[in-house]
């Protein structure tokens, strides 16, 4: 009975860790260029024939220029995508961002992906934060050059309180690496204003004027 027990606790501890594995799956053969026209629906984005691949599957130009990517008039930041179809599957993704003097890219995390960031210009103050109940500060001003790393799925951020224009290269352990933003998380969303207020041990008045601020045209 007692054995019996044990190897039914061994087995769920097995299956357990298997399942726990956050990461994108391993990648079965050598690359899987995105054919983005493909109707077939995968974890990920549908491989055009390998015979078809180029150098220019592989490649993408003008990381080294400010701006290109989506605007955040509201934080003072815009993200390039560094769209490369040969890295579909394997578990990467990578993106410019820069960041206005004053600009904030405010506290968010990335539930699947780790991530790095090299400053390219400017300088930052950039950190993160553990999880509770430490909630523990690692933050550090950047310069140009200065890599730092975020563990996966810890809140973090970035603040350019300089005065020059700041730019990092992000690269994330994920395809797909997802985005929360605590603000919009609590704000933009629709949890009940006085559920976020008992949550955050404020009033539903000042819960209803914050909320007023993330009602974004
Ligand atoms: C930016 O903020 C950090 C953290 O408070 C501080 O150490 C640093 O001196 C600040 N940089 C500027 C240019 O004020």
């Given at each position: 009975m007692a054995a019996a027990t044990l190897l039914l606790v061994l087995t769920v501890v097995a299956l357990g860790s298997g399942h726990g594995e956050a990461f994108d799956p391993n990648p079965l053969q050598d690359f899987c260029v995105a054919d983005t026209t493909s109707k077939v629906r995968v974890n990920g984005v549908a491989c055009k024939d390998p015979a078809a691949a180029v150098a220019d599957d592989f490649f993408f130009a003008g990381v080294d220029k400010p701006g290109g990517g989506a605007a955040s008039k509201w934080y003072g930041f815009s993200a390039l995508t560094v769209q490369i179809?040969?890295?579909?599957?394997?578990?990467?993704?990578?993106?410019?961002?820069?960041?206005?003097?004053?600009?904030?890219f405010p506290p968010h995390y990335h539930p699947r992906a780790?991530?790095?960031?090299?400053?390219?210009?400017?300088?930052?103050?950039?950190?993160?934060?553990?999880?509770?109940?430490?909630?523990?500060?690692?933050?550090?001003?950047?310069r140009k050059g200065d890599v730092f790393a975020v563990p996966q799925g810890l809140v973090h951020f970035l603040y350019n309180n300089g005065t020059a224009p700041a730019a990092i290269y992000a690269s994330l352990s994920s395809q797909n690496a997802g985005l929360v933003l605590?603000?919009?998380?609590?704000?933009?969303?629709?949890?009940?204003?006085d559920l976020v207020a008992k949550s955050l041990l404020m009033d539903r008045h000042t819960v209803g004027s914050i909320r007023a601020n993330f009602r974004r045209p």
């Open positions: 179809p040969g890295l579909n599957t394997l578990g990467e993704s990578h993106a410019r961002v820069d960041v206005a003097p004053g600009g904030v780790a991530e790095t960031a090299l400053v390219l210009e400017g300088s930052v103050y950039f950190g993160f934060v553990s999880s509770y109940p430490d909630n523990r500060l690692f933050a550090k001003v950047l605590l603000g919009d998380a609590l704000f933009a969303g629709a949890i009940p204003d």
